[in-house]
């Protein structure tokens, strides 16, 4: 089995461009599609990015994704941050029929 | 609108057992896989079980293989998870997931709190 690491938290500002870092442990990060989601406080998680780059419709076009086979990640992208953004971000694949998760990102839009 | 709404959750003692339920609405239940998520207090999500639509495979985590069985009953548009010799390590709100075609998690219910305590 493989890990996907998180950095604990990041913080912006509003109107600024962050990006959270996924990283696999072992095995290529191509070999598994990459999703993410975001979970605000009291909340369910909502799905944001799926297939690496893909946003489920209603999902605005400052958040992408993407993978980087060279650092064997993923990455999430928010550009524009408002201070709505301000939520726990997962990365999330699969190591044959199970899932893997990260261990979240804390964002604060500060 | 999709909609996913668990129930069953709960107090059960340690080595209790406890069965919940997701209900689905809004899209072709038989057609999706389904997924339990949970998350403990203040941590993060952890991958429980997965069923396929047919309901003929299934895979679970290593930390409840052997004490939880998922299930559905396409008939009744329902996900169950039944959980039995229950540890305080359970304690979490549970969240079923409909499954993407092919990777991922499209929609997730609320979730449902359970709790093992004595």
């Known amino acids: 089995n493989f890990m996907l690491t998180q950095p604990h938290s990041v913080s912006e500002s509003p109107g600024k461009t962050v990006t959270i870092s996924c990283t696999r442990s072992s095995g290529s990060i191509a070999r598994n599609y990459v999703q993410w989601y975001l979970q605000r406080p009291g909340s369910a998680p909502t799905t944001i990015i799926f297939e690496n780059n893909q946003r489920p419709s209603g999902v605005p076009d400052r958040f992408s994704g993407s993978i980087d086979s060279s650092s064997n990640s993923a990455s999430l992208t928010i550009s524009g941050l408002k201070t709505e ?26 | 609108e999709v909609q996913l709404l668990e129930s069953g959750g709960g107090l059960v003692q340690p080595g209790g057992s406890l069965r919940l339920s997701c209900a689905g609405s809004g899209f072709t239940f038989r057609n999706f896989a389904m997924n339990w998520v949970r998350q403990a207090p203040g941590k993060g999500l952890e991958w429980v079980s997965v069923i396929s639509g047919t309901g003929y495979s299934t895979s679970y ?15 009744k548009n329902t996900l169950y998870l039944q959980m039995n010799s229950l540890r305080a390590e359970d304690t979490a709100v549970y969240y079923c997931a409909k499954q993407y075609d092919t990777s991922g998690f499209e929609d997730w219910g609320q979730g449902t709190l ?4 004595s």
């Open chain 2, 61 to 75: 985590a290593d930390s409840v293989k052997g004490r939880f069985t998922i299930s559905r009953d396409n008939s």
């Open chain 1, 85 to 110: 953004d301000e939520a726990d971000y997962y990365c999330q694949s699969y190591h044959n029929t199970m899932v893997v998760f990260g261990g979240g990102t804390k964002l604060t839009v500060l």
């Open chain 2, 114 to 117: 359970i709790t093992v305590s």
